[in-house]
């Protein structure tokens, strides 16, 4: 209990050196993961390492549920895998342990255009080495680097009809998990009402003209994350 890793302190900066540390991480290894495996390894060795990397984002995330129980500082609440970034994180090793292009073709959509602002922007206190900070990173930057690496490495590139296919899946997402906060009185993704404290989302207008905003932003951020895959597109023909 008096262990570093369980106790909670408040030493995250954003853009201080820890959070400068794991971007860089994050960018070395989404350039060079995918160029080493392309290079150096085999299809067995190549889908190997992406189902090691599904199994460890997924195991953190899990992780992180367990070890609040133990401190006994779990609320159902708010502490359950229920946003899109805990929720993929879980689900990974199930549906993208072979490589699966209609899993994949939204998954990249949802990963790059929200948890990449979560690498940036992230709403974190704890600092190293506490578990919440590892189970953060693991977790927001290991998507980004596991999307990256199975888009290049398998060629798993989506199209404009994916951008498509991944926000109806979002609107499905959105009216679940909108229910769901109704069953148990929760307000997960924030789509019953604001955060209690000051956020972007005051800038978007009251109830539901919010939800409806962050959906057009998303679809703009869908079509900016795109642009690579349709440059590359352009340079293989």
Not at 47 to 60: A, K, T
């Amino acid at each position: 209990m008096d262990s570093a890793f369980l106790r909670f302190n408040k030493d995250f900066e954003t853009f201080g050196s820890q959070h400068l540390l794991v971007l860089f991480l994050m960018l070395a290894l989404s350039v060079g993961m995918p160029v080493l495996a392309k290079r150096n390894l085999s299809y067995t060795k190549q889908l190997l390492v992406s189902r090691i990397m599904s199994v460890c984002i997924s195991f953190w995330a899990i992780l992180y549920v367990v070890l609040l129980i133990y401190l006994d500082k779990f609320n159902y609440k708010t502490d359950l895998p229920l946003d899109l970034c805990n929720l993929a994180a879980v689900l990974l090793p199930f549906v993208m342990w072979k490589p699966n292009f209609r899993v994949h073709e939204v998954l990249y959509f949802i990963v790059l255009a929200g948890t990449l602002q979560a690498n940036i922007t992230p709403h974190l206190y704890n600092g190293f080495p506490n578990f919440i900070f590892i189970k953060y990173w693991v977790v927001h930057s290991g998507l980004i680097v596991f999307v990256i690496y199975n888009t290049v490495v398998f060629n798993l590139k989506p199209t404009i009809r994916s951008l498509w296919k991944a926000f109806l899946v979002l609107q499905a997402y959105i009216v679940f998990i909108y229910l769901f906060n109704l069953l148990i009185g929760s307000n997960y993704v924030y789509v019953v009402e604001k955060p209690p404290t000051a956020s972007t989302l005051d800038y978007l207008g009251p109830w539901p003209w919010y939800i409806l905003i962050s959906e057009l932003i998303c679809v703009i951020l869908f079509f900016i994350v795109y642009i690579p895959i349709h440059l590359s597109k352009r340079q293989e023909k």
